[in-house]
Nanobody, 123 residues
Framework: QVHLDESGGGLVQVGGSLRLSCSFS????????MAWFRQAPGREREFVAA????????ITADSVKDRFVVSRDTAKKTLYLQMNSLKPEDTAIYYC????????????????WGQGTQVTVSS
């Protein structure tokens, strides 16, 4: 069973940067994709970014595509989300997730979730 563990959240001022990390373990395969979602209070969980297993293709939500970058260190079995130029509306719990349906934007395509890490952007 795949296990995910996020870290790197915290409090940051507007315009600042954070890098989230997600270490993963367990059986995976070439059909796996990994992604970041976020959920703000009172809102549905929304897609942020995803990368395929080979790390050669990624997609990013329009709301963050010029500021956030997803990447992976396969040797360290870690997925990253570099977040720059943070805004108050980026405040949310960020979740790392994995699924075997390839790279997708919908939450139902992912079956394994981490516990989440809080990101708070203060103005």
């Amino acid at each position: 069973q795949v296990h995910l563990d996020e870290s790197g959240g915290g409090l940051v001022q507007v315009g600042g940067s954070l890098r989230l990390s997600c270490s993963f373990s367990g059986p995976t395969g070439s059909n796996y994709a990994m992604a970041w979602f976020r959920q703000a209070p009172g809102r549905e969980r929304e897609f942020v970014a995803a990368e395929n297993w080979y790390g050669n293709f990624a997609i990013t939500a329009d709301s963050v595509k010029d500021r956030f970058v997803v990447s992976r260190d396969t040797a360290k079995k870690t997925l990253y989300l570099q977040m720059n130029s943070l805004k108050p509306e980026d405040t949310a719990i960020y979740y790392c997730t994995a699924g075997n349906r390839g790279i997708q934007r919908d939450v139902d395509s992912y079956t394994t979730w981490g516990q989440g890490t809080q990101v708070t952007v203060s103005s």
